[in-house]
């Protein structure tokens, strides 16, 4: 499959506060919160530099059936694909790969912890 024209990489409702907390903390958090966030935010860089080399393999794709329950309350119905990826401190992050005309977006929709991330994705009960 072709590599797809990247227009751009977005953060959506349940992500951007989450990167927006991390940027605070690295600016204004104590010296104990400042040295894992900053690794976190690190990794992020890292991932959105891999997207823009190829979005289809900066992350992970994952099978329908492994969908987090909570991805069509929160977004709907109309999301095409899944990927997800790794972060620092045992963060994983989930995005799509949005089609729009000239080319492809990416749309970050979750940064979870790794407590959440099992739960969500329901890797703990299978």
């Known amino acids: 499959m072709a590599k797809p024209k990247l227009l751009g990489i977005e953060y959506a409702a349940k992500a951007a506060p989450v990167l927006e907390e ?3 903390l690295a600016a204004q958090g104590t010296e104990t919160e400042k040295r894992p966030t900053k690794a976190k935010l690190k990794s992020i860089a890292t991932f959105e530099t891999r997207a823009r ?13 492994r969908w987090p329950d909570v991805l069509l309350r ?7 694909n899944l990927f997800r990826f790794e972060l620092a401190e ?7 790969l949005i089609g729009e005309p000239g080319g492809a977006r990416i749309w970050v929709l979750y ?8 739960r969500q994705s329901e890797y703990s009960k299978r």
């Open 53 to 65: 080399t190829n979005p289809l393999t900066a992350g992970d794709p994952v099978a329908k059936d």
């Open 90 to 96: 045992r963060w994983r992050g989930y995005y799509s």
């Open 22 to 24: 991390w940027r605070r």
């Open 74 to 80: 929160d977004y709907g119905a109309d999301i095409p």
């Open 111 to 118: 940064l979870w912890d790794h407590r959440t991330y099992s």
